[in-house]
């Protein structure tokens, strides 16, 4: 499975980006997707998360103003992402699992990251 990411960059606080991943390999479309996240001197996170089923799981943080989201055929990943702050400054990080979870150990592939960047 690979994983590639695009869509980062440098905002002001209150800006929008959308984040996307694309998955090829030997990927299914039922697997477990989600976006991570990592600033400096911080542990990897999770921001979001599509389940096998579909649902939908968020971090506190980023509830209202992220949506994360599929497109049709399941093999692109994207992260609208309004309202940013610059607590959001960080690498995001693609991640998928045929089961995945909740933290980075329950996701067996990455993408290679995108750097987000929110000034005040």
């Known amino acids: 499975v690979q994983l590639v990411e695009s869509g980062g960059g440098s905002v002001q606080a209150g800006g929008s980006l959308r984040l996307s991943c694309a998955a090829s390999g030997y990927f299914y479309t039922t697997h477990c997707m989600g976006w991570f996240r990592q600033a400096p001197g911080k542990e990897r996170e999770l921001v979001a998360v599509v389940d096998s089923d579909g649902k939908t799981r968020y971090t506190d943080s980023v509830k209202g103003r992220f949506t994360i989201s599929k497109d049709n055929a399941g093999l692109t990943l994207y992260l609208q992402m309004n309202s940013l702050k610059p607590e959001d400054t960080a690498m995001y990080y693609c991640?998928?699992?045929?089961?995945?979870?909740?933290?980075?150990?329950?996701?067996?592939?990455w993408g290679q990251g995108t750097q987000v960047t929110v000034s005040s």
């Open positions: 991640a998928a699992d045929p089961y995945g979870g909740t933290w980075p150990a329950d996701f067996g592939y």
